[in-house]
């Protein structure tokens, strides 16, 4: 199926995944150690124990995607929600294997494959549903990592998009590029 440019679903997803995986790693970039691993409050996850759990989550469903389920059984997802004496920079790296997992297994599908039935804990999903769960679950993720960063940082924080206030500003300089 010949797709016009920006049309193919999957091209766009690869597009937007990386925004928010870049987006991610922005924040997480302006935080010291400390605040990586803070936790607001006894019920909430540490922007670590998010990049442990995403990178999890990756792994599982992105690892022989069009053939196995994508809850492996070597998966502990509850593990995943602790961190036990885990550096920043292991957890870093487990973050970057979840994400190229993820792009890696986009990157071979084709317009045709979206249809294609796959299954996640046993409950099966066409492979653009699979996509689309893991956009919107990457969203919530990243939100929360970002949110976290901002929290952390307050008048410190970087912007990340478009600064408050420079709207007009902003939109200007893109109607002239």
């Known amino acids: 199926m010949e797709m016009k440019t920006g049309t193919n679903p999957i091209e766009s997803a690869l597009r937007i995944l990386r925004q928010y995986k870049t987006l991610a790693e922005k924040g997480m970039e302006q935080v010291t150690d400390e605040e990586f691993f803070r936790t607001p409050e006894p019920e909430s996850n540490s922007i670590a124990v998010i990049v442990k759990h995403v990178s999890g989550n990756l792994l599982s469903r992105w690892t022989n995607f069009l053939t196995t389920d ?85 008048s410190q924080w970087q912007t990340l998009t478009i600064p408050r206030k420079k709207s007009r500003e902003f939109n200007e300089k893109m109607s002239k590029a």
């Open 70 to 154: 994508g809850e492996k059984e070597w998966r502990d997802r509850d593990s995943e929600f602790e961190l036990d004496e885990m550096e920043r920079s292991e957890l870093m790296q487990m973050w970057d294997r979840g994400w190229q997992s993820l792009f890696s297994s986009l990157k071979v599908l084709r317009p045709e494959d979206l249809g294609k039935i796959i299954t996640i804990r046993t409950e099966p999903h066409s492979v653009l549903e699979a996509v689309n769960r893991t956009l919107t679950h990457m969203s919530y993720h990243v939100g929360q990592i970002v949110l976290l960063a901002k929290m952390f940082k307050s």
